[in-house]
């Protein structure tokens, strides 16, 4: 039984391919996430990511690069402009803003873009795991936000691998295992819907 839906991660980058210092430290980043079994989508360009407005649902968390298409003003117009339409779509999705280490703080972002991101981070200045932990973290504080009480509280039992004896649920689909038209419903429903298919009488 699937016990936890995959977090995805977008990364808005053009930097992770490239053989620099920064490039290798992302992709370490990007590397590390896999590790923790999150799903990592790539996007190269503003463009490419307004094209993906339409999948901004089922991210959990974005990663934006700063200096996206270089490190100029007008660049960063370009980029704040993003994070802008970005919050317009979700208000609550965390963005952490990536930028390279540098002796000043980042004087070039907008004050309103400092409000509209969750976490700035230096890529090469904390370990890629550290990194990866954080961005984690933050996208299943997300999913845990998004669920509304009831259905939160039926992921957590399902989660718990709990006996329900009770309709319709029949001990988590078990009796319709029992006959060859059973189990084809049993398989294409899936074992998740018949363990969290609990009965309002009990």
Same mark, same amino acid.
């Given at each position: ?8 991660? #977008? /990364? &808005?980058?053009? $930097?992770?391919?490239?053989?620099? @210092?920064?490039?290798? $430290? &992302?992709?370490?980043? &990007? ?6 079994? &999150?799903?990592?989508?790539?996007? $190269? ?5 307004? #094209? ?37 779509? *979700?208000?609550?999705? @965390? ?7 540098? *002796? $000043? ?11 509209? /991101? *969750? ?11 550290? /990194?990866? %932990? ?12 998004? +669920? ?5 509280? +039926? ?15 029949? #001990?988590? %689909? ?9 189990? #084809?419903?049993? *398989?294409?429903?899936?074992?998740? +819907? ?9």
């Amino acid at each position: 039984m699937k016990t936890e839906e995959v977090l995805t991660v #977008a /990364i &808005i980058d053009d $930097a992770h391919k490239i053989d620099s @210092p920064q490039g290798r $430290a &992302i992709h370490r980043i &990007i590397t590390g996430l896999k590790e923790y079994g &999150i799903r990592v989508g790539e996007i $190269a360009s503003p463009e490419d990511a307004r #094209a993906a407005f339409s999948a901004l649902a089922g991210i959990d968390c974005i990663l934006i690069n700063w200096n996206l298409g270089g490190d100029t003003s007008e660049r960063h117009e370009v980029t704040a402009k993003l994070i802008d339409e970005i919050r317009e779509r *979700n208000e609550k999705i @965390p963005i952490f803003l990536m930028g390279e280490p540098t *002796n $000043a703080p980042p004087t070039s972002l907008p004050l309103k873009t400092v409000r509209e /991101i *969750n976490e700035y981070i230096w890529v090469m200045e904390d370990t890629p795991e550290f /990194i990866a %932990g954080r961005i984690t973290a933050s996208a299943k504080r997300y999913r845990e936000m998004l +669920l509304p009480p009831f259905f939160k509280e +039926l992921v957590k039992f399902s989660k718990d691998f709990e006996y329900s004896w009770h309709t319709p649920g029949h #001990a988590g %689909g078990t009796a319709f295992r029992k006959s060859p038209a059973g189990r #084809a419903f049993f *398989n294409f429903f899936g074992e998740q +819907l018949f363990r969290s298919d609990l009965s309002i009488s009990v």
